[in-house]
């Protein structure tokens, strides 16, 4: 999730602020910052609950953050919010390491066993929160966070991706959401509109299959988790229920059986046939209609550039996934990264500050700006959605409903097993039938979340 904004302690601050800022951040977001600048600035002192038993005024931050496909725009912005950060504390310096997200896991690790080799504060993405909490590698942040002016302002999902049994550990740095990307000149050929229900959306990706033989009608994938569960969420199903260590899956209930029948009854020869589709995952998916051979895709925000970049460019618009009823949006996963302080840290105070200003408006907003980070505070993402028309379908949907994995460390066991798109593939190539995998499915999850204690 995307986090920034200027909420140091010092109202040295205020005079630091960027005055390369875009105008899509526009005049409310600075009152607001401003704002954050006041409240924050005489926050009250927590207990020291880090492992190091230390909170060292002076000294190296170190940070560990997410390098990206093109990273020196998020250089820039990280730059310039930790140069006003030093500015704001003498004698203190930061060091800034971009690692790859590839072998985030084995550094992670490393991390926690060795305190010495850790970074004070780091990026991670939001789905590994539970996991990393029970391994004993974050920082209790409630009591800061809940202080935080600006924290009050971020949507309910981002929030409940840095919350574990009710405590806090880090903020949110920004939000990714699917949606649906369909072809306009496609859909002018056919005398087609946008499907505004699930029904129509199934058979609109039919109509389209059946005019236009060498397209898919909708790109779907067997192993594309994320795009199946919306017909899930929409149908009433969950991945699970329950909190903390008390999870049990609820993927075989007849609500969840129900979306998984509406998702699979798309791969065959009148829409995607199962023999290319049940192996493709998300990126697959997107790469398919980008290269023109969809009329219509479930993609992110994050995507967007990318099939801009394809054959379709020009010929392609972008509306929230239908749900269920007329006119409904389905539930979408909030995906996204957030940024917390490691609880080996020497350095509480400072790095709880650098946090901060890093997942601030500002600096949300500026990395909007630099990289298309989707903000995930709800003003912030409003703003930039009247700047950017295309941006607005996916805020549409994370103002509607997201949802997200269940919250419990046996998460990242489930989603490497790669369960549900198992399950998705047993289902489309006939190995077995929706109520049969989907207990099966159930089962190894249940076995997944009672190893997790």
């Not at 409630?142 to 971020?154: N, P």
């Not at 054959?311 to 749900?323: E, S």
Request: aromatic content about 8%.
């Amino acid at each position: 999730m995307k986090l920034a904004a200027r909420t140091g302690r010092s109202a040295r601050t205020s005079r630091t602020a960027r005055t390369s800022r875009t105008a899509r951040i526009a005049a409310p977001v600075a009152a607001l910052v401003i704002a954050g600048l006041t409240a924050t600035a005489c926050a009250p002192q927590t207990s020291d609950n880090s492992s190091s038993g230390k909170d060292e005024k002076t000294g190296t931050l170190r940070v560990w953050l997410f390098q990206e496909v093109t990273n020196k725009p998020k250089e820039k912005v990280v730059d310039e919010t930790i140069a006003a950060f030093k500015e704001a504390h003498d004698d203190v310096k930061v060091t800034v390491e971009y690692i790859p997200v590839e072998t985030r896991a084995q550094r992670i690790k490393a991390a926690f066993n060795d305190p010495k080799s850790a970074p004070d504060l780091m990026e991670f993405g939001n789905t590994d929160t539970a996991g990393y909490v029970k391994d004993g590698g974050l920082l209790d942040v409630t009591d800061e966070f809940t202080e935080w002016t600006e924290a009050k302002d971020s949507d309910p999902t981002a929030k409940q991706s840095v919350t574990v049994d009710g405590r806090i550990y880090g903020a949110p740095f920004f939000v990714g959401v699917r949606a649906l990307y369909y072809r306009t000149d496609v859909f002018e050929e056919l005398g087609l509109e946008p499907p505004t229900s699930q029904a129509e959306l199934i058979d609109t990706a039919r109509k389209i299959r059946a005019a236009r033989p060498d397209l898919y009608g909708l790109a779907v994938g067997g192993a594309y988790t994320f795009g199946a569960m919306p017909f899930v969420w929409a149908d009433g199903g969950e991945i699970a229920k329950g909190k903390g260590g008390s999870y049990a899956s609820s993927i075989d209930s007849a609500a969840s059986q129900k979306g998984i029948k509406a998702y699979t009854s798309l791969f065959g020869d009148d829409n995607c046939p199962a023999a290319k589709c049940a192996g493709m995952g998300g990126n697959d998916t997107v790469t398919a209609f980008a290269s023109g051979k969809a009329g219509m895709a479930i993609g992110g925000d994050f995507n967007y550039a990318a099939v801009e970049a394809g054959k379709v460019k020009g010929k392609f618009a972008v509306v929230p996934l239908p749900g269920v009823k007329e006119g409904s949006i389905a539930p979408a996963f909030a995906g996204g990264n957030n940024i917390g302080v490691l609880k080996s840290t020497t350095h509480r105070t400072l790095a709880v500050d650098l946090m901060e200003r890093l997942a601030s408006k500002e600096t949300q907003g500026a990395l909007f700006d630099a990289m298309g980070f989707l903000p995930t505070y709800t003003d912030v993402r409003a703003d930039v959605a009247k700047k950017e028309p295309h941006i607005e379908p996916f805020v549409k949907t994370l103002s509607a409903d997201t949802k997200f994995v269940p919250a419990s460390p046996a998460w990242s066991q489930i989603d490497a097993s790669l369960v549900l798109p198992t399950m998705f593939q047993e289902i489309v190539s006939g190995k077995k039938d929706v109520a049969a995998a989907s207990k099966d499915a159930a089962k190894k999850m249940n076995d997944a979340f009672s190893s997790a204690g």
